[in-house]
């Protein structure tokens, strides 16, 4: 099922293919999107009911695609009680990791002139929380928990209904725990533009966040020139780097484990023993052959699973950096002290007890991640994402003096002049 790299003779760190949706597929996509999106700007809740419709199978009302407030406090009563606990322990460790990040506003005085940076939380942020495949509660809370650290004042929710026109009870009962301010029942690319231009119904908020499928992401880049939205959440990607120390059997656990979020995924095993790749292959055939979605979880490993040989630490983190994945496990001898050597990807998970499954759920960290190798310049889902920074300054007119002759240079070189006139008029001796 994993595709063999022998990379032991290359000096330069070793590439590792990602599956892709083909060239065709990926403009079919683009343009029903954006027919979509389109749609929904200029019709309102006329063209989410439609579309809604005809991608979800139910017909609703302008009336229904908004979940009461009765329905909404219900909803905790309607899981298992085990859910509840541990979105509540999701919620809390995120919430200790999330209040370390809160950037504050600063301003540094000096005698005459003072500098600095306002921070302000975005006055409202829309969450999609997809329920196609299967619904994900989590991600609710690890979008939300940053935006209530971060003082947001509305954050909407919008999940796709199902055929019977509800939303899954899970995502229910984590926009309750997590205090949606509002939630939608509202699926794909048609939740997207509902959010982001808002209907008669839905109100419009400034910052998109949440993963989704190829359609989500094409409506997100759509909007990006009306609101802001987060980093394109694409398939799910994870790298292990293991020696022959680790058990096979741990590997190919973690390997299955991201082959269930289903196609287009990348699961790479990256190693200088050729034994643990033989070994983890071996253990990989009977997991997927038990597993409760075989055919889906070997096509995902068929597609996206490779396992790549290298001469040794050093050119398995070179690999992995070059890769710059979503997850990296460290499974070595030395991992916390290799740390320093890690520069690209969204989270790292150190040692044998430290599954990704548990950074997915109640770890601490975020789940929202780059993908797709933008790890490389992006970062996690954070606080960070739900505020904005506002320069500050303020002069008096002694420091304006001092400043003035920077000014003007820079203007002449520039070829701004009415930059230095507008320090000049304000220095000019007053008439009486």
């Given at each position: 099922?994993?595709?063999?790299?022998?990379?032991?003779?290359?000096?330069?760190?070793?590439?590792?293919?990602?599956?892709?949706?083909?060239?065709?597929?990926?403009?079919?996509?683009?343009?029903?999107?954006?027919?979509?999106?389109?749609?929904?700007?200029?019709?309102?809740?006329?063209?989410?009911?439609?579309?809604?419709?005809r991608l979800d199978g139910v017909k609703l009302t302008a009336a229904q695609l908004v979940v009461d407030e009765d329905t909404l406090a219900r909803a905790p009563a309607l899981v298992r009680p085990e859910l509840i606990d541990a979105l509540e322990v999701m919620t809390a460790r995120l919430e200790r990791t999330c209040e370390r990040q809160l950037p504050q506003s600063w301003i540094e005085r000096s005698e005459d002139e003072y500098v600095g940076e306002l921070v302000r939380p975005l006055r409202r942020a829309g969450i999609y929380a997809p329920g196609g495949r299967a619904a994900y509660p989590s991600s609710v809370i690890m979008a939300l928990t940053p935006a209530r650290v971060a003082g947001v004042e509305g954050v909407a929710v919008a999940s796709p209904p199902s055929r019977h026109g509800e939303i899954a009870e899970a995502v229910l009962a984590a926009c309750s725990v997590a205090n949606a301010s509002e939630v939608y029942r509202l699926g794909g690319a048609v939740a997207v533009a509902a959010l982001a231009y808002g209907t008669e119904t839905v109100r419009p908020v400034d910052k998109v966040f949440g993963p989704g499928n190829v359609y989500v992401t094409a409506a997100k880049r759509l909007v990006q020139s009306w609101v802001g939205t987060d980093s394109e959440a694409g398939p799910t990607e994870i790298a292990v780097i293991a020696d022959e120390r680790v058990d096979p059997v741990v590997v190919a656990a973690d390997l299955v484990a991201q082959a269930e979020h289903g196609p287009l995924g990348c699961h790479a095993l990256i190693t200088w023993s050729e034994e643990l790749a033989e070994a983890t292959a071996a253990a990989l055939e009977g997991m997927v052959a038990s597993h409760e979605r075989a055919d889906d979880l070997e096509n995902a490993l068929i597609e996206g699973g490779v396992t790549v040989l290298v001469r040794d630490l050093d050119h398995a983190l070179d690999t992995a950096n070059a890769l710059a994945p979503e997850h990296l496990e460290l499974l070595f001898e030395g991992a916390f002290e290799a740390l320093d050597r890690v520069r690209n990807t969204g989270a790292v998970f150190v040692g044998p007890y430290s599954p990704v499954?548990?950074?997915?759920?109640?770890?601490?960290?975020?789940?929202?991640?780059?993908?797709?190798?933008?790890?490389?310049?992006?970062?996690?889902?954070?606080?960070?994402?739900?505020?904005?920074?506002?320069?500050?300054?303020?002069l008096e007119?002694?420091?304006?003096?001092?400043?003035?002759?920077?000014?003007?240079?820079?203007?002449?070189?520039?070829?701004?002049?009415?930059?230095?006139?507008?320090?000049?008029?304000?220095l000019a001796p007053r008439r009486s």
């Open positions: 099922m994993l595709e063999l790299i022998d990379g032991r003779d290359r000096q330069a760190p070793v590439h590792i293919p990602r599956p892709r949706v083909p060239a065709t597929r990926a403009l079919d996509i683009a343009t029903e999107v954006k027919a979509i999106v389109d749609d929904v700007r200029l019709r309102g809740d006329a063209a989410v009911i439609e579309h809604t419709e499954c548990a950074g997915d759920y109640v770890a601490g960290t975020n789940h929202v991640l780059p993908t797709g190798g933008s790890a490389r310049w992006a970062s996690g889902l954070g606080v960070s994402d739900f505020v904005t920074r506002t320069y500050l300054c303020g007119r002694s420091s304006l003096e001092r400043l003035a002759p920077h000014i003007v240079a820079l203007s002449e070189a520039e070829g701004l002049p009415a930059h230095a006139r507008s320090v000049a008029r304000r």
